[in-house]
């Protein structure tokens, strides 16, 4: 039928997109690990099976944080002011790398403390302005706080939530 045909028509697409992003991290992981361990990440089947079965984006946030890693380190403004920029699409895309910054402020062999917390600040508030167009109404405030700040990922882990209850019963 035609639902079932677009269905797996947009889940290919999808999938694709995203072998297309695992071979970006591939790339990255070659130029600096070598190739034995891009070859390990792309082909390992956990890889396969997140981008291509369940066609979950985390691999787009860790791309562009990997990108905001690269030039986070030079000595050239415009460089580390485009990592910075980076690492603000990761957290758009998914704030896996929400403590990063932090970690960054506090490297001692790395840029002055002032180009640090200029990269902090423009990494946050690419983050911060992704929510700008939803502040404006109640709705979207409450979709912001329940679904960003409260989220609760572990409810769906209906076998891990049922091993923490047999370990920690409060839960």
């Known amino acids: ?28 992981l070659r ?4 190739l034995h361990v891009a070859l390990i990440f792309y082909f390992h089947p956990v890889s396969v099976l997140i981008s291509g079965y369940h066609s979950q984006f985390d691999n787009v946030a860790v791309l562009l944080g990997l990108l905001a890693w690269s030039g986070f380190k030079s000595i050239q403004t415009s460089k580390w002011l485009i990592s910075a920029l980076w690492l603000g699409l990761s957290l758009v895309v998914k704030h896996i ?11 001692k062999k790395s840029l002055p403390l002032r180009q640090r917390l200029i990269f902090i600040l423009l990494a946050y508030g690419i983050f911060a302005l992704s929510f700008l167009p939803f502040v404006f109404s109640e709705a979207g405030r409450q979709a912001i706080l329940q679904n960003v700040f409260e989220y609760k990922g572990h409810s769906n882990y209906v076998l891990l939530n049922f091993l923490l209850a047999l370990s920690v019963p409060d839960i």
Not at 10 to 21: D, P, Q
């Open 97 to 107: 790398f929400l403590f990063f910054p932090f970690w960054l402020l506090f490297l």
């Open 31 to 34: 130029r600096t690990c070598g």
């Open 1 to 28: 039928t035609f639902f079932e045909d677009s269905f797996l028509a947009f889940h290919l697409s999808i999938a694709a997109f995203l072998t297309v992003i695992d071979a970006g991290i591939a790339n990255w």
